[in-house]
């Protein structure tokens, strides 16, 4: 394990890709959003939300609504809409955000617990059922929500209370005789804890996160325990699951595959990530990578997306990729996103950077609709309207955007990622500026200067322009009063064969190392780099391992993964082919109106025809009809906002 990296936070993005989405989700989906949880959305799943805050404070009367987890959709609203305040104040927004504080701790309890499904439903049966209420879910996201609002507002009132409740949990839960020796059915209080102990220092907040990842899956087990004890009801004796959905099957560092629930999986993930980087520990660190190469290298679809069975919302097993019985949710991809950063964070390699950047193009922002208000909980690589309705194996894929879910967990988990990107721009490690994405703005950060390093630190602002991904051009701009030693560092995707690196306009020969340039030399101010990413159309194949894409390829530019649609192409999109088509013979073309803005791709194509074949289903007679056509290609992430189609990214060769 390396010398670990911190990610910067004075960062300010002025990005022309990411900043019409980022207002989206602070102008439209952030007070959306707010409204589904207090609902007040018409011919939408009602939420509950808040109201079982009100209940358990004794505001209001009523029973519980919503699922166990419901606490947890605020949190993560609470933590989107925190980020946003960073970049954009907004009083109004923050005044609601207060009101909603003062509803959710007025529900806590004497004794610091915070969790409405027991308030309401009865406090003798709390930590009764930790594999399947997601008590400690809940509290994650809330502790993450009240983290991020301190960090935004340095207002404590949230924080405090979460403060409390980690007490009372702390008080409950750990190694020590007369307490639970339990951990999370659902992994994300890890996480939340590794913030809290950012924030305060105190040891008590590593531990915890410590002792939960380090007693997950250790003979003997919890859950079976519990499920005596409680009566809790056993998972399927016949599932091929048992404890491994829950990531407990066996302790953490002896797991071999990234394996059960992969939201689950990928939380805990990140959460080992972050505990191995704080402490040092190197056997953590070894499995983090184990499982990281179990879960990109042989489980995720090129779209970023994993998860790839609805049964249980799981990884199942090496190169089962189905694309029209996908399942990839959208907090999956999110969950890997905070699982590749905490790997650069410990071990800076581009392949991490490669991972987090497919999933923000691809496999993620498919989560939302161009307007911030109609949501993928399932995003499928291949869709037939006819199949998601009358299929009972695609019922789960749907052909359009929902508005809402019983299971809300994804649109605010989408709001907290798309409004925190700055956070995963570029990193620090000695004098190494790591630049992980290419967004549009500035960064500031110190280094040592090069007359003197004894002397206080220089400041150096970092100045990115893009137009990326619609061009591979990245310029950077460095300002700092003095000279100063240190090396730039940016990213050379792994989808990127060719690239020119140009500094104060002369040309650099320079390759990179496990991703990264190295632009090691003292810098003054105003000096530029200037590099250039080629970014020709690739014809992508799988691996042949994966029957379902055996003659297909898969078309992308740049980071971004394209697919045929039905508005474009009509219907019957598997009777279309690339043919003999290469690379070169596809068209790239810029459509500011369309789609808000996207590169559509174009190329000859073959259309097989179906004259003949009307009344016929069989036939070892009838000829097969080719048509010359055009094929249009939209990116992955901009499907399904033009209507009901069908869709598909892999074609027939």
Not at 285 to 292: G, Q, S
Not at 360 to 388: H, K
Not at 489 to 505: D, L, Y
């Amino acid at each position: 394990m390396k010398t670990g990296s911190s990610f910067l936070t004075h960062v300010r993005l002025n990005d022309s890709f990411w900043n019409p989405i980022r207002e989206t989700v602070r102008q439209t989906g952030i007070p959306y959003q707010w409204k589904a949880l207090n609902d007040q959305l018409p011919d939408t799943e009602p939420s509950g939300c808040m109201r079982n805050f009100r209940i358990a404070a004794g505001r209001e009367q009523g029973a519980h609504a919503g699922c166990v987890f419901q606490d947890s959709d605020i949190g993560k609203w609470l933590e989107g809409a925190a980020y946003t305040l960073r970049w954009h104040p907004d009083p109004a927004l923050e005044e609601i955000m207060d009101g909603a504080i003062e509803e959710i701790v007025a529900a806590q309890q004497p004794d610091g617990y915070l969790d409405t499904y027991y308030i309401i439903n009865g406090l003798d049966r709390r930590w009764t059922n930790l594999k399947d209420h997601h008590e400690l879910y809940c509290a994650g996201h809330l502790l993450e929500g009240a983290v991020a609002y301190y960090e935004a507002t340095g207002k404590r009132r949230l924080l405090d209370a979460m403060i409390r409740f980690v007490d009372h949990i702390d008080s409950v839960l750990g190694p020590e005789e007369g307490k639970l020796h339990g951990y999370p059915g659902h992994p994300e209080i890890e996480l939340a804890l590794m913030r809290l102990y950012r924030v305060t220092g105190d040891p008590k907040h590593l531990r915890l996160a410590s002792y939960f990842i380090d007693q997950r899956g250790r003979q003997p087990l919890f859950f079976r325990e519990e499920e005596i004890r409680h009566g809790v009801a056993d998972i399927d004796r016949k599932s091929l699951f048992r404890y491994r959905y829950y990531q407990a099957g066996k302790p953490v560092r002896e797991q071999e595959d990234a394996e059960g629930h992969a939201v689950r999986a990928l939380y805990l993930y990140a959460g080992m990530a972050d505990v191995a980087r704080e402490t040092g520990d190197e056997s953590l660190f070894r499995a983090c990578r184990r499982l990281w190469e179990s879960a990109v290298r042989r489980r995720m679809y090129i779209t970023g997306g994993v998860g790839s069975s609805e049964y249980g919302e799981s990884f199942t097993f090496d190169y089962d990729l189905p694309n029209d019985t996908v399942y990839a949710e959208t907090c999956a991809s999110i969950a890997l996103v905070f699982f590749a950063r905490r790997m650069l964070e410990m071990d800076p390699r581009g392949e991490y950077a490669d991972v987090m950047e497919r999933c923000l193009y691809n496999g993620i922002l498919s989560g939302m609709q161009l307007d911030g208000t109609r949501f993928f909980y399932v995003n499928p690589l291949e869709v037939l309207p006819e199949a998601c309705e009358m299929d009972e194996r695609k019922r789960h894929v749907r052909p359009e955007r929902q508005g809402w879910f019983a299971c809300a967990c994804c649109p605010p988990n989408l709001n907290r990622l798309v409004a925190s990107l700055e956070d995963y721009m570029i990193s620090l490690r000695g004098q190494e500026v790591f630049i992980h994405l290419f967004l549009g703005g500035e960064a500031e950060f110190e280094t040592e200067s090069a007359a003197a390093p004894e002397a206080p630190k220089t400041t150096v602002q970092l100045q990115i322009r893009s137009d990326y991904p619609r061009d591979g051009k990245i310029v950077l701009t460095l300002r700092l009063p003095e000279p100063a030693r240190f090396c730039l560092r940016p990213r050379i995707p792994g989808w990127c064969a060719s690239f020119a690196v140009r500094i104060n306009g002369q040309a650099v020969s320079a390759g990179p190392e496990e991703g990264y340039l190295r632009l090691d030399r003292e810098w003054r101010d105003g000096d530029t780099v200037e590099l250039n990413l080629d970014m020709p159309v690739r014809l992508v194949q799988a691996s042949p391992r994966i029957p379902e894409d055996a003659g297909k390829v898969a078309v992308a530019r740049g980071p971004l993964v394209y697919c045929l649609e039905e508005a474009d192409n009509g219907k019957r999109l598997h009777l279309l082919r690339i043919g003999k088509t290469a690379a070169a013979d596809f068209a790239a073309a810029w459509k500011p109106d369309k789609l808000k803005g996207i590169t559509e791709l174009t190329c000859p194509g073959i259309r097989e025809s179906e004259e003949g074949w009307e009344d016929t289903l069989y036939s070892a007679s009838l000829p097969i009809r080719e048509t010359e056509t055009r094929l249009t290609f939209i990116p992955y992430y901009a499907w399904a906002n033009r209507g009901l189609g069908e869709m598909r990214v892999w074609v027939r060769r």
